[in-house]
């Protein structure tokens, strides 16, 4: 017995100088790393539980997916894979939808360094890859063993302790470059606290489009029009969202003051605000000083697509065909005597965007296509004018075209100079209508300076300060001249 305490003693020591003993022999790759991931794992569109995209008329968009995540706990690099080719990285956000949970992200890449037939050469210089050829001796291929040298200008290869290059051949390799990917994916370091998360990631893209076209089919008496309203979707980002809760901003963003969290926020705090819709059309609201279109039913945006989404109709608007005969300024200060002939008379069509008129709805900007059923019941295609932002309750006014029947001609008749800044001078503009049915036409003549219309042969109205406008009428298959003087201060 007096010999136990000493010989357990002495175990002891020498237990613990051999567990000394082989902590100082292990390698560093023995020594756990705090700084290394735990765990790699990937996240595809597969686990995607749902997507809301936020398109905007300047070729931008916001995205927002929501994933479940199968992680580990500590810290875990995560591959995010199907996101936008054209993403910004730099307003990517990330945050665990999960009740009570805890992730924190550590570091964040966004790998784009594709998966090509050229960046596999580039990642193989220095190395050797199989190069097949074939033999038109055999009619089967050789396999020969090639060492990238360069792909600088060129593909350039050791072959058998031979430098060649414009090989013709097929390359084969051994493997794929962890690097390479074969599609843009976000790489993050998360230190996550439980092995499973609900998260929601957000970004900006750009090559993510959306612009307003509208059809306005005119009636037989040109008083009267049916207006329908298409969002064109247009999605070259690179990447797929279906089943996307879709919205649309229309209005002019300035992209260098609101973060991109504050727009997200934005999005997020009025979502619940969308008044409910008819047959899963578009909703809309105001944001901001903006205006929200949300889609009452999800939809599919698939890259490299074109789609288009019924915006709004209205039948039996009134409208008016205005046709207006345009002047020049410069015809006031020097003398011309004849100035135009045969000049076109443009064709305007003008409506109220107000509730009364059966509109009234905010107007995004796009295009307005104008038609009109010929004599056998077929739409003919009239013309088209691009429309800015129309709020409710303002007057759209469309370019059609120029009038085929109804021509002018305008005449300087006389010219004065009465001084140094004064001048004195008459016109005559002749108004032929070819037409079978009598016309107005809108004269505007631009006049800038201190002026007054000393004589005049047909009503007037001074509209602004440098703008006389005449109202003519023009019979059927007749003319119509309009004479008058005008003297003009201009310094």
């Not at 570091?107 to 037939?117: C, G, K």
């Not at 929601?200 to 750009?206: G, K, M, P, R, S």
């Not at 064109?232 to 992209?255: F, K, M």
């Not at 409910?276 to 599919?300: C, W």
Request: aromatic residues 6%; negative net charge; charged residues 25%.
């Amino acid at each position: 017995m007096l010999e136990t305490v000493p010989s357990r003693r002495r175990l002891g020591v020498a237990g613990a100088l051999v567990a000394g003993a082989l902590t100082a022999c292990q390698t560093p790759a023995q020594v756990p790393n705090p700084s290394q991931p735990t765990a790699q794992r990937q996240s595809d569109k597969t686990q995607r539980r749902s997507v809301a995209v936020t398109v905007y008329n300047q070729n931008f968009g916001l995205v927002r997916d929501t994933r479940r995540l199968q992680l580990a706990r500590g810290k875990v690099e995560l591959a995010f894979k199907d996101v936008s080719a054209h993403i910004q990285p730099e307003t990517v956000r990330l945050h665990a939808s999960t009740p009570g949970a805890n992730l924190s992200v550590l570091e964040q890449d966004y790998r784009y360094d594709l998966l090509t037939p050229s960046k596999l050469l580039e990642k193989h210089v220095g190395r050797s890859v199989i190069l097949y050829r074939y033999d038109p001796k055999t009619g089967a291929e050789t396999k020969k063993t090639a060492e990238v040298l360069s792909v600088e200008g060129g593909v350039t290869l050791r072959i058998d302790g031979e430098v060649t290059s414009d090989v013709r051949g097929r390359f084969a390799f051994s493997e794929v470059p962890r690097d390479l990917l074969e599609k843009p994916t976000l790489v993050w370091l998360l230190e996550s606290d439980r092995a499973e998360q609900d998260v929601e990631v957000t970004y900006l893209t750009q090559n993510l489009n959306w612009r307003a076209d509208y059809v306005l089919q005119l009636d037989e008496t040109d008083s009267r029009a049916s207006l329908t309203g298409w969002v064109t979707l247009d999605n070259r980002s690179g990447v797929s969202y279906e089943n996307a809760a879709l919205r649309l901003v229309a209005g002019d963003v300035n992209r260098t003051t609101p973060s991109a969290e504050a727009a997200t926020d934005a999005l997020s705090d009025r979502e619940e605000d969308a008044p409910a819709d008819q047959a899963g059309g578009f909703s809309e609201q105001g944001l901001f000083e903006y205006h929200l279109y949300t889609l009452q039913r999800p939809t599919s945006l698939l890259d490299k697509e074109t789609k288009q989404v019924a915006l709004l109709a209205a039948e039996n608007v009134a409208v008016t065909k205005q046709l207006v005969l345009d002047g020049e300024g410069r015809y006031y200060r020097a003398r011309y005597g004849q100035l135009e002939t045969n000049q076109k008379v443009g064709v305007f069509v003008e409506l109220m965007n107000s509730e009364q008129n059966r509109l009234g709805l905010p107007l995004p900007k796009g295009t307005v296509r104008l038609y009109k059923a010929d004599r056998d019941g077929a739409l003919q295609f009239l013309g088209e004018d691009a429309i800015d932002h129309t709020p409710r309750d303002e007057r759209l006014r469309l370019k059609v075209g120029e009038a085929f029947d109804v021509v002018a001609d305008r005449v300087q008749k006389e010219f004065n100079q009465l001084g140094r800044c004064v001048a004195e001078s008459s016109y005559q503009v002749e108004l032929r209508n070819h037409k079978s049915s009598d016309v107005r036409v809108l004269v505007n003549e631009p006049i800038s300076g201190d002026w007054e219309v000393l004589q005049h042969d047909q009503p007037f109205v001074k509209v602004d300060a440098s703008t006389l406008r005449f109202d003519v009428n023009v019979p059927a298959r007749s003319s119509s001249k309009l004479s008058y003087r005008v003297r003009l201060r201009y310094c």
